[in-house]
């Protein structure tokens, strides 16, 4: 266990160790040298930035990264004007990597400033050998480059990356284990993401997720209680349990361990109030996790469902391996057993072959559904995906008309949904102060939705009942009452 490891007795000058994450803490100790070294000769501590694109899951392998930086001896800037700037990248849409182009351009100047600044990439977006190749082409002020599946080694990828003064570039084809037991600097005390399993095996035609997260990998039920013990231990009331696919969880062990088992663990973990988890598909939804759920005073009433088409013709060459009718009893089910849950959900618009008869369908289950929420995407080509190389892309002049009646039906039914809690008394987990308005704080309720309260720092990190005096939309105004 990290806190318990004495880095400065560890002996850098001895061979490395070849287990992990023995190996990694001597590189730390490594890095700790170097970094003291660094800052006698600049008389200043040196500062670093991690930025995160994407998904939690990305969230929480950024703050593994900010663990190992603070432990080297790092300062966090909070800005990407600093010794040492990482982007942990995304690559699901197309833009999210533009974003990541456009935003190196800065970094360039940056470093023209600062000849000690290094800048490192990691994340899905470096597992495509494309981008590399451009990178190691156009960009060669990158110093360090490395893929999803050793960011384990991110300490000795650091220590390579002061000891050379080339790119290091190393990323790798597929998971070799899962290392137990690494730093991380949680970014909320009261609050964490927990991976419960990492890459995915549904290959659904339109995502790039299982060619750069590689093949679903379960981590043993008793690491994760573990975690979420000494998580509790240490103040933690909320965990996200996370994997691209909750729903599968476990299914490649022998014997086989379902993810609802695995939420009655956590479920009896003392000093865990709030369970959430993420992301379910709808295929592998059980009857025993709804059952789990109904029944769990801790799993959060939301369910993150997604969607991506209401055409049955679709979801078949998406290869969802469900159809709009399935979907729509899936929905009926969860709703039977959880009256007050809130469903909410992901949907592509523009996949390949999408008539209007196709979006319409999409707006008919949006419709019937009632979503608490959605997030609407812009079907992105991803070349490598079975979609990318079907034929009748849908043309752009079509596309973003259909996205926006799309948006605008998703805001209506939302904010008619949020609407009706108007009044009620909820329970927040208050979380931060609020960014406009510092005699507010704001919080989340069980269902997900933000509210805004008159409040002081002190009840950060707490759960309070609240009176929901105004909805705006997705949002709400409340007042701390005693209930
Ligand atoms: N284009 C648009 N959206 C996509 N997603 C995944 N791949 C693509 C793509 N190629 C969306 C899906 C998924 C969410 C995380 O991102 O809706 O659920
Ligand atoms: Fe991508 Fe489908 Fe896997 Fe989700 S389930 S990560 S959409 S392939």
New binding site residues.
């Given amino acids: 266990m990290y806190q318990e490891i004495d880095l400065d007795n560890i002996d850098i000058n001895a061979e490395p160790p070849v287990e992990e994450p023995k190996r990694q803490y001597y590189f730390l100790a490594k890095c700790r040298r170097l970094l003291k070294n660094k800052e006698q000769e600049l008389g200043r501590k040196l500062t670093c930035h991690t930025e995160t694109f994407g998904c939690q899951m990305n969230a929480r392998d950024s703050e593994k990264l900010a663990g190992i930086l603070e432990l080297a001896g790092f300062e966090e800037a909070g800005s990407e004007e600093a010794d040492f700037v990482i982007y942990n990248t995304c690559t699901?849409r197309e833009n999210a990597n533009n974003r990541v182009y456009g935003r190196l351009g800065y970094l360039h100047n940056l470093k023209k400033k600062n000849r000690q600044m290094r800048i490192a990439l990691c994340g899905c977006m470096m597992q495509e050998a494309s981008v590399v190749e451009k990178l190691k082409k156009s960009y060669r002020f990158v110093d360090l480059i490395f893929g999803t599946h050793n960011l384990y080694q991110f300490a000795e990828l650091l220590y390579r990356c002061y000891e050379s003064d080339k790119m290091v570039v190393d990323v790798w084809e597929q998971s070799a284990q899962i290392v137990e037991d690494l730093p991380v600097e949680r970014k909320y005390p009261f609050k964490s993401g927990v991976n419960i399993m990492f890459g995915?095996?549904?290959?659904?035609s339109?995502?790039?997720?299982?060619y750069v997260?590689g093949r679903e990998k379960s981590r043993e039920p008793r690491e994760i209680v573990r975690e979420v013990e000494r998580l509790a231990a240490d103040g933690v009331v909320e965990v996200m349990l996370l994997g691209?696919?909750v729903n599968s969880y476990g299914q490649t062990f022998d014997p086989p361990v379902s993810f609802a088992s695995l939420l009655r663990e956590v479920e009896r973990i003392e000093g865990i109030k709030r369970i959430r988890f993420m992301?379910s598909?709808p295929k592998d939804l059980s009857e025993e996790l709804i059952e789990v759920m109904a029944h769990s005073k801790k799993i959060c009433r939301h369910l993150h469902l997604?969607l991506?088409s209401g055409s049955s013709r679709i979801l078949k060459a998406m290869n969802?391996k469900y159809d709009k009718e399935s979907y729509l009893r899936l929905v009926e089910k969860v709703r039977q057993a959880m009256p007050d849950l809130a469903i909410t959900t992901d949907i592509i618009v523009g996949f390949p072959g999408e008539t209007e008869e196709d979006f319409l369908e999409t707006m008919d289950v949006v419709q019937k559904v009632g979503f608490d929420s959605a997030f609407t995407f812009l079907y992105s080509k991803r070349s490598g995906t079975p979609a990318a190389k079907m034929e009748c892309q849908v043309p752009e002049e079509l596309l973003k008309p259909r996205f926006d009646r799309l948006l605008k039906l998703v805001q209506e039914i939302a904010a008619q949904k949020a609407q009706k809690l108007t009044g009620s008394i909820q329970t927040v987990l208050v979380e931060s102060v609020n960014d406009h308005d510092a005699s507010l704080v704001t919080g989340k309720m069980d269902n997900n939705a933000t509210v805004h309260l008159k409040g002081t720092p002190d009840l950060i990190g707490k759960l309070v009942a609240v009176r929901l005096e105004e909805c705006r939309g997705f949002y709400y105004y409340g007042k701390l009452t005693d209930a």
């Fill in positions: 699901v995915c095996n549904n290959f659904c339109y995502c790039i997720v299982p997260r691209q696919n992301t598909h997604p991506q969802r």
